[in-house]
């Protein structure tokens, strides 16, 4: 009689695994307070580079971000790039920059963090084509067409479903030709276009004009959480249509739809205390994450229940098959991941989760980087 190979363990499933995170914003910590990625931030911040490799943590694109308020937020974006640089040229033996997936795949073979850019919002490449590129030569790999802020030639989730909110210069929502021009830029280049913070008019309109398969890099189930943010239905059938990818969110409000409310209530409560450190210097960010952290108790309790995140990857599944679905963490962008999720070391509970659901290696394998892996590939 042969003998069965025993069953692996959560951890050997984990580590076999290509763990792909296609959101995290650290990067802004490292500009607005100076933090080094490579010092342990336990306490500080939900992600450092020991603690991603503690959480199995494979391959991370890194969020480049600035609001729609930065002046010159192309020069701000390369000087977010410039600190993954230098993070990078300090620890050699740990993280290094990929430009595609043959590199990435060394980088793994290495036990190297694999590290690509993406770039949070249209409005850094300053209506300039050439800028593209030139982000392109710095490592970015995706880029949001728009963060809440509408660009000139695309609207967002945000501004599409406020009244009065922005249109583009086109006076209507969605994708302008000059937006359309930068779709097949990118679709040229091999930069992944990223429909996460995009409006629904400019969804449609960027499955209409690109040739390539596209993400939702931290976005997350409508039909389960009516947040403007999250894609409905019909939006993650064309995505799997294309051959693209949903990266599901951890931020609770999109996750869990009675957090919305109660973080609005938490919010209006200080919102004293954020008004006067807005006036001290402050951005608007900075302030909130300040009472989230002065009142840390009081904004635990505001938490989505951890299975709630894994609904969200399970809806998806049931709704287009398990090739379509992956993890957009928006750790260090969000304050309120779900309970237990508390940073990247907690990555490993998503694949427990997994496979007490049932689900076998090969499944949890796609869920956790291959599908991903796949549409970067596509867009090479």
């Known amino acids: 009689m042969e003998n069965k190979p025993e069953p692996k363990t959560v951890e050997e499933i984990h580590r076999q695994a290509i763990f792909v995170d296609t959101h995290n914003d650290i990067l802004l910590h490292t500009m607005l307070k100076g933090y080094l990625i490579d ?7 939900q992600s450092d580079l020991d603690r991603m490799q503690q959480g199995g943590l494979d391959v991370q694109f890194f969020s480049v971000w600035s609001d729609g308020e ?6 701000f974006a390369n000087k977010e790039i410039d600190s993954l640089d230098a993070v990078i040229r300090r620890n050699p033996d740990k993280i290094v920059k990929v430009a595609n997936s043959e590199e990435l795949l060394n980088a793994v073979n290495q036990n190297k963090l694999a590290a690509l850019i993406g770039v949070e919002g249209g409005h850094h490449i300053e209506d300039d084509l050439n800028k593209i590129e030139a982000l392109y ?11 809440n802020n509408s660009t000139q030639w695309a609207t967002s989730a945000a501004d599409e479903t406020k009244e009065n909110g922005a249109t583009n210069s ?14 097949q ?15 629904e008019q400019t969804f449609w309109d960027v499955v209409a004009s690109t040739k390539k398969p596209i993400i939702a890099s931290h976005s997350s189930v409508y039909s389960i959480c009516p947040h403007p943010r999250n894609l409905k239905d019909d939006q993650i059938k064309a995505i799997a249509k294309n051959g693209g990818v949903v990266q599901i969110n951890f931020n609770s409000g999109f996750i869990d739809p009675t957090v919305a409310k109660r973080e609005a209530a938490f919010v209006e409560k200080y919102q004293h205390e954020i008004d006067s450190l807005e006036l001290s210097g402050l951005n608007p960010h900075q302030a909130e994450e300040t009472i989230y952290t002065k009142y840390h108790q009081e904004a635990e309790t505001l938490k989505a229940d951890f299975e709630l995140l894994i609904d969200h ?17 928006d750790f260090d962008g969000i304050f309120l991941p779900p309970k237990r999720l508390d940073d990247v070391t907690k990555y490993p509970l998503i694949t427990k989760a997994l496979v007490e659901r049932g689900y076998d290696e090969i499944e949890i ?16």
């Open 137 to 147: 030569k710095r490592g970015v790999r995706y880029i949001s067409l728009t963060w």
């Open 39 to 45: 010092d342990d931030l336990s306490g500080k911040t």
């Open 170 to 183: 086109e006076g209507k929502k969605g994708l302008t030709e000059f937006g359309k021009q930068i779709v």
């Open 185 to 199: 830029k990118m679709n040229q280049l091999g930069v992944i276009v990223d429909v996460s913070h995009a409006g």
């Open 313 to 329: 990857i399970e809806y998806i599944i049931k709704l287009v098959g398990v090739d379509y679905v992956g993890i957009g963490s």
């Open 70 to 75: 930065q002046i010159n937020p192309y020069e």
């Open 365 to 380: 394998s796609k869920i956790l980087g291959g599908n991903m892996l796949r549409v970067l590939k596509a867009n090479e």
